[in-house]
């Protein structure tokens, strides 16, 4: 699936390097903004499991929390 989307207000400047590496690459301005996007991301850390854990223990810290085996049971008395 592909999506569009805009953006504005870039400087001048910017659109005109954009462009200039865009020749460089052997690319369209747009397959250049693709690209860069991909690298981008690409290139992101990624948090590990036991890190987004720790954050979601911490969102909800000091709410009732209802254990999974106790839902599990729950589920298998009303079958």
Known sequence: MSTAITVRNLE????????L???RNGRSTEA???ALIADALRNEPRE?????AERLRDLTAGRFQTSADVLLSD???QR
Request: proline share 5%; no cysteine; net charge positive.
């Open 32 to 34: 250049e903004v693709r």
């Open 75 to 77: 589920v298998r008395d």
């Open 21 to 23: 590496r865009a020749a």
């Open 48 to 52: 590990d499991f036991w890190t987004v």
């Open 12 to 19: 001048p400047n910017l659109v005109s390097q954009l462009r």
